[in-house]
Every structure is written in structure tokens, then in C-alpha cells.
């Protein structure tokens, strides 16, 4: 919008230097120094004079009227009277990304979002006349790369930073939670869903829905509804992959399903023959007692979906049944950038469920700057953590406070008005985001590339599944 309104104004500006210069020249110029007298010069720049500054005056009023209206649309909370705000300087957010690991690609996504929330709230605080903005201070979790998340919470801590965005993981979230209670820092999750870290008047929020009222239902739903009796688990053994798969086994054996026996692998492994080859050995036995329409794989991992799927390639019998992943690796990078694994992830079908973020003029806003800036459509949670930027913004006015427990306790009647790039944000009484739709998102081939594709949608108050 700044950009148009100032490419206007320009050329306004450089159409009155030209016909300026133009009249100079025609009346100065020797060859046609007779054909204007001064009092047409005088007339005749009086003219272009009152013309370029209507003009000018007209991109103002226009400027004016969309920058409050940007204000506005970008504000998303109904505030009665302006707030004025004691805060001065720059207010620094802690960022706790996974730059490097088993989240990567999640993770850059998340943070250029960030960056743009960012932007948008400092473009805000400037228009609005407050005396603050904010800046992002990131620190790379590195999961699964022997990244320490409570080691990068301290150092926020030492610099004085108390209101930090993420972490990512369910893990990593239980990892720094006991730290955040006892130093009174909050901590806002854009992607934890760990049943287990429900947990009232702490100091962590979480903007998306726990799975066991969300993508454990949904999962089990989309189980069931594909025709799938019999599944085989495939786990990460952590507080999220445990959860979630309990979740899942929840719901699909209460509509008629049976989980089998599966595998729990340490999260912190990289290489997988052994479980792949144990994976093989199940597939075989349990294919030749169901057979393979109602038989499924449900893989709940992180970005070493790689290196399983890798190790799978070895196993004709494990691309011969579908299989189902989660939040874990939708839209995941890079399962995309193997060519192999993408290959294998789109015979098998591997349909995954990720929380379905609201579209409206904010997500689109995300969205463009995710394939401008990375070349591909952000995750989900990259919604989420747009909004927690505002979120922070918004409380930290409306509290008049830097306070994290001031900050805390602003924040779920600033959310009550707050239309974000996820949609609404309505916190139940553990400070997790009530349960909504789900996203299904598949690898699929056209032209010889892989892209992930929405495939479908979980709906909450329906329990059903719509496909694309």
C-alpha cells in the first residue's frame, strides 16, 4: 500500500518538473521567445502550479484514508477509544525457531512470517504515533541436531527477554516449560499439541489446538471414513508423538477400527533400517491376515521422514498398502526436494492432517510473502505465529506493559477481538486454541514435480470429511 501511495506521489512530482520544464524552455528559449508574453508565463504556471498541488493534495487525502484504513484492518481488535501507551524504545521478542534439524523447513517458514508480523506492527505503532516497536531476537532450537531449546531460553532470559514466540515442538515446549513458570517468562507455541502440556495458569499459550480434542479426532475420522479397519503405528517416541497417536487410537477404535502392533522410535534417531526392515516384517504378516484395502501405515514424524522413507524404499511390500502422516510433515520441504521420497510419498498416497488456518486478506498476506520470499506456500502454524507477533503487540498495549504476567493476563480479551492470519483465536481455560478444521495435504506428481496438494478437509462440528 506504502509503496503505491508513494509510486503515486512520484509521479505527480516528477509530472510537475517535466511541464516546468517545458514552459521554461518554450518561453526561455530563444527560437520562441515571442510566443508568450510574462503575464501568460505567469498565468500559465499559476495553472500547472494549483493543478500538481490539487493533485498532490488529492494522493494525500487518499494516502490518509488507506493508511486508516490499513490501521484498522490490520488493528483486528474493536477498541472503543484510542490507547495511549507509556512504552518507549524497542521491545524485543524472543524467537524460538528450529532453523536446523528435524523442523527446518517449518521452521524458516515460522520465522519469515514472524518478520513480516513484524513489519506489520512496527508500520502500525508508527502511524499510530506510539513511541515503541518491537524486534525479533531469533535463536535456533536445532531440533534433533543436538540443539538445547532451555539453553536458548536462558540466553533470551540473560538479555532481559521475557515474552518469546515458540518453540515448535511439543518436546521442546516441555523442555522449557518448568523455566518459564518459575522466571515468569511467556512463552507463545505456535505448533504444540501435546495433550499432556494442557495445563491452566502457567506461562505458555499454545495458538493451535491440542490433538486430543483436535488431530487425534481428525485423524482417526479420516482413518476410518478412507476405508481403513486395521493400522500399524509408526511413532516418534516423544511427548507429542505418543500424544497424538494415542489421540488417534482414541478415536478410530471408537468407531470400529483396531490399532496393531507397532513401532516406537527414539526420537533422536536418524538412521532406520532396522525399523524399516521390522516395519517390512509386519506389513507382510498383517497384509496376509487383512489383506491390503482396510490395511494402513500411520507415520507420526518429523522431517526424518526422509531418512525413514529412504529406508523403506528397500521394502516392495511397504509401498503396497497407504500410508497416513500428520502435522508432522505436512507440507513439509524437504519431502518435496527428495525426488525419491516425494516419489514414494505420492505412490503410497501419505495423506497428512495439519490445522486448517481461516483464508482471508491476512493468510493471503502470509501466503505471498512465504512463496515470495522461500519459493513455497508457508505450513499452517506460520498463520500462527504471524498472529502471535500481533497478539504480543496488542496485549503489550492494552496492558501498558512489557510485564510478561501483565502481558499474560491481557491477552485472551485482546484475542476476543482479534481477526488474525489463522482466523479466530479463542483460548480455552488451559491457554490452547479450541479445537477447529483440519487440512488433509498430499504429495502428488504433475508434469514430473512433486508439490504438496490439499487433498481435503476434516470439519470439527460435522465430523466428516470433505475431499477436494
Same mark, same amino acid.
Given at each position: 500500500?506504502?509503496?503505491?501511495?508513494?509510486?503515486?506521489?512520484?509521479?505527480?512530482?516528477?509530472?510537475?518538473?517535466?511541464?516546468?520544464?517545458?514552459?521554461?524552455?518554450? &518561453?526561455?528559449?530563444?527560437? *520562441? %521567445?515571442?510566443?508568450?508574453?510574462?503575464? @501568460? *508565463?505567469?498565468?500559465?504556471?499559476?495553472?500547472?502550479?494549483?493543478?500538481?498541488?490539487?493533485?498532490?493534495?488529492?494522493?494525500?487525502?487518499?494516502?490518509?484514508?488507506?493508511?486508516?484504513?490499513?490501521?484498522?484492518? &490490520?488493528?483486528?481488535?474493536?477498541?472503543?477509544?484510542?490507547?495511549? /501507551?507509556?512504552?518507549?524504545?524497542?521491545?524485543?521478542?524472543?524467537?524460538?525457531?528450529? !532453523?536446523?534439524?528435524? $523442523?527446518?523447513?517449518?521452521?524458516?517458514?515460522?520465522?519469515?512470517?514472524? +518478520?513480516?508480523? %513484524?513489519?506489520?506492527?512496527?508500520?502500525?505503532?508508527?502511524?499510530?504515533?506510539?513511541?515503541?516497536?518491537?524486534?525479533?531476537?531469533?535463536?535456533?532450537?536445532?531440533?534433533?541436531?543436538?540443539?538445547?531449546?532451555?539453553? +536458548?531460553?536462558?540466553?533470551?532470559?540473560?538479555?532481559?527477554?521475557?515474552?518469546?514466540?515458540?518453540?515448535?515442538? /511439543?518436546?521442546?515446549?516441555?523442555?522449557?516449560?518448568?523455566?518459564?513458570?518459575?522466571?515468569?517468562?511467556?512463552?507463545?507455541?505456535?505448533?504444540?499439541?501435546?495433550?499432556?502440556?494442557?495445563?491452566?495458569?502457567?506461562?505458555?499459550?499454545?495458538?493451535?489446538?491440542?490433538?486430543?480434542?483436535?488431530?487425534?479426532?481428525?485423524?482417526?475420522?479420516?482413518?476410518?471414513?478412507?476405508?481403513?479397519?486395521?493400522?500399524?503405528?509408526?511413532?516418534?517416541?516423544?511427548?507429542?508423538?505418543?500424544?497424538?497417536?494415542?489421540?488417534?487410537?482414541? +478415536?478410530?477404535?471408537? $468407531?470400529?477400527?483396531?490399532?496393531?502392533?507397532?513401532?516406537?522410535?527414539?526420537?533422536?534417531?536418524?538412521?532406520?533400517?532396522? @525399523?524399516?526392515?521390522? $516395519?517390512?516384517?509386519?506389513?507382510?504378516?498383517?497384509?496376509?491376515?487383512?489383506?491390503?484395502?482396510?490395511?494402513?501405515?500411520?507415520?507420526?514424524?518429523?522431517?526424518?521422514?526422509?531418512?525413514?522413507?529412504?529406508?523403506?524404499?528397500?521394502?516392495?511390500?511397504?509401498?503396497?498398502?497407504?500410508?497416513?502422516?500428520?502435522?508432522?510433515?505436512?507440507?513439509?520441504?524437504?519431502?518435496?526436494?527428495?525426488?525419491?521420497?516425494?516419489?514414494?510419498?505420492?505412490?503410497?498416497?501419505?495423506?497428512?492432517?495439519?490445522?486448517?488456518?481461516?483464508?482471508?486478506?491476512? =493468510?493471503?498476506?502470509?501466503?505471498?510473502?512465504?512463496?515470495?520470499?522461500?519459493?513455497?506456500?508457508?505450513?499452517?502454524?506460520?498463520?500462527?505465529?504471524?498472529?502471535?507477533?500481533?497478539?504480543?503487540?496488542? /496485549?503489550?498495549?492494552?496492558?501498558?506493559?512489557?510485564?510478561?504476567?501483565?502481558?499474560?493476563?491481557? !491477552?485472551?480479551?485482546?484475542?476476543?477481538?482479534?481477526?488474525?492470519?489463522?482466523?479466530?483465536?479463542?483460548?480455552?481455560?488451559?491457554?490452547?486454541?479450541?479445537?477447529?478444521?483440519?487440512?488433509?495435504?498430499?504429495?502428488?506428481?504433475?508434469?514430473?514435480?512433486?508439490?504438496?496438494? &490439499?487433498?481435503?478437509?476434516?470439519?470439527?462440528?460435522?465430523?466428516?470429511?470433505? =475431499?477436494?
Amino acid at each position: 500500500m506504502s509503496n503505491q501511495i508513494s509510486g503515486k506521489v512520484l509521479a505527480f512530482l516528477v509530472v510537475g518538473i517535466v511541464v516546468g520544464a517545458a514552459i521554461g524552455y518554450v &518561453l526561455g528559449g530563444q527560437p *520562441y %521567445a515571442g510566443w508568450y508574453s510574462p503575464e @501568460e *508565463y505567469q498565468a500559465a504556471a499559476a495553472t500547472e502550479a494549483a493543478a500538481a498541488a490539487a493533485a498532490i493534495a488529492a494522493v494525500e487525502a487518499e494516502a490518509a484514508a488507506a493508511a486508516a484504513a490499513a490501521a484498522e484492518a &490490520l488493528l483486528g481488535a474493536g477498541f472503543e477509544a484510542p490507547i495511549t /501507551s507509556s512504552v518507549t524504545g524497542t521491545v524485543k521478542l524472543g524467537g524460538l525457531f528450529c !532453523m536446523t534439524g528435524a $523442523l527446518a523447513t517449518f521452521g524458516e517458514n515460522e520465522y519469515e512470517a514472524a +518478520k513480516l508480523a %513484524a513489519t506489520h506492527v512496527n508500520a502500525f505503532l508508527e502511524a499510530a504515533n506510539y513511541s515503541w516497536n518491537i524486534e525479533i531476537v531469533p535463536e535456533d532450537t536445532a531440533l534433533g541436531a543436538g540443539g538445547d531449546p532451555l539453553e +536458548k531460553l536462558e540466553s533470551l532470559a540473560s538479555r532481559g527477554i521475557k515474552l518469546v514466540m515458540g518453540p515448535l515442538a /511439543s518436546g521442546e515446549v516441555l523442555a522449557i516449560k518448568g523455566y518459564c513458570d518459575q522466571e515468569q517468562i511467556l512463552a507463545i507455541s505456535q505448533s504444540s499439541t501435546a495433550p499432556d502440556l494442557a495445563i491452566a495458569d502457567d506461562y505458555i499459550y499454545r495458538f493451535c489446538p491440542g490433538d486430543k480434542l483436535g488431530q487425534g479426532p481428525a485423524l482417526g475420522t479420516v482413518l476410518y471414513s478412507s476405508g481403513i479397519r486395521y493400522v500399524i503405528p509408526v511413532t516418534r517416541n516423544d511427548a507429542w508423538g505418543t500424544g497424538l497417536e494415542n489421540a488417534t487410537k482414541a +478415536k478410530f477404535e471408537s $468407531l470400529g477400527g483396531t490399532f496393531l502392533e507397532g513401532i516406537l522410535y527414539a526420537e533422536a534417531a536418524t538412521e532406520f533400517s532396522l @525399523e524399516a526392515s521390522d $516395519l517390512a516384517s509386519k506389513v507382510t504378516d498383517a497384509i496376509a491376515t487383512y489383506g491390503t484395502d482396510e490395511l494402513a501405515i500411520l507415520h507420526i514424524s518429523f522431517e526424518e521422514a526422509v531418512a525413514f522413507f529412504t529406508a523403506a524404499l528397500a521394502y516392495d511390500v511397504l509401498d503396497d498398502i497407504t500410508w497416513f502422516g500428520s502435522d508432522g510433515t505436512a507440507q513439509s520441504g524437504a519431502m518435496t526436494d527428495d525426488p525419491d521420497v516425494a516419489a514414494f510419498a505420492a505412490t503410497v498416497d501419505y495423506p497428512c492432517t495439519i490445522f486448517a488456518p481461516a483464508k482471508s486478506a491476512k =493468510w493471503e498476506l502470509v501466503r505471498q510473502n512465504g512463496a515470495d520470499v522461500l519459493g513455497r506456500d508457508p505450513d499452517s502454524y506460520s498463520y500462527a505465529i504471524y498472529d502471535i507477533v500481533w497478539a504480543y503487540a496488542l /496485549s503489550i498495549l492494552q496492558a501498558d506493559s512489557t510485564g510478561a504476567t501483565a502481558v499474560r493476563d491481557a !491477552m485472551p480479551g485482546v484475542l476476543e477481538h482479534y481477526y488474525g492470519a489463522s482466523g479466530i483465536i479463542e483460548l480455552d481455560e488451559n491457554g490452547d486454541r479450541k479445537a477447529g478444521n483440519y487440512y488433509i495435504w498430499e504429495i502428488q506428481e504433475s508434469d514430473g514435480a512433486y508439490n504438496w496438494e &490439499l487433498a481435503g478437509t476434516w470439519i470439527l462440528v460435522t465430523d466428516t470429511v470433505e =475431499w477436494e
